[in-house]
């Protein structure tokens, strides 16, 4: 009985930070994704250190080890390709160089080398 209770809690827990989840990220505007997804990627990164301590602590059970190296590897990917995303929205931020102008003799000279070849 007690275990029903416990499981039927943590569920409604995970369905309700899903749903909180869902509605706080869809009213998040543009601007202020690639700050949010830095933040987000660095606590990750914190959850990827935790789960490499508990793989070593977890002792001689395999399932759980390769249920952890699983997760492990999933969050690896997650966090490294939310660095190259944020870095690839923050690219689009950044001022283009501008071209060097050109000198004014330097355009005049062309222009004579032109008219003498004629």
């Not at 249920?67 to 990917?77: D, E, P, Q, S």
């Not at 995303?85 to 000198?103: C, G, I, N, Q, W």
């Amino acid at each position: 009985m007690i275990l029903a209770s416990t499981l039927t809690t943590n569920l409604a827990i995970l369905v309700l930070a899903g749903f909180i989840g869902f509605v706080v990220i869809s009213k998040v505007p543009n601007t202020l994704h690639t700050p949010l997804m830095s933040g987000t990627n660095a606590i990750h990164g914190i959850v990827l250190l935790g789960g490499l301590l508990i793989v070593g602590l977890s002792g001689n059970d395999t399932f759980n080890k390769i249920i952890l190296v699983i997760a492990i590897a999933f969050g690896t990917i997650n966090v490294v390709g939310g660095f190259l995303v944020t870095d690839r929205m923050l690219e689009m931020f950044k001022s283009k160089p501008k071209p060097p102008a050109k000198s004014a003799g330097a355009g005049k000279q062309d222009k004579d080398e032109g008219a003498g070849a004629k």
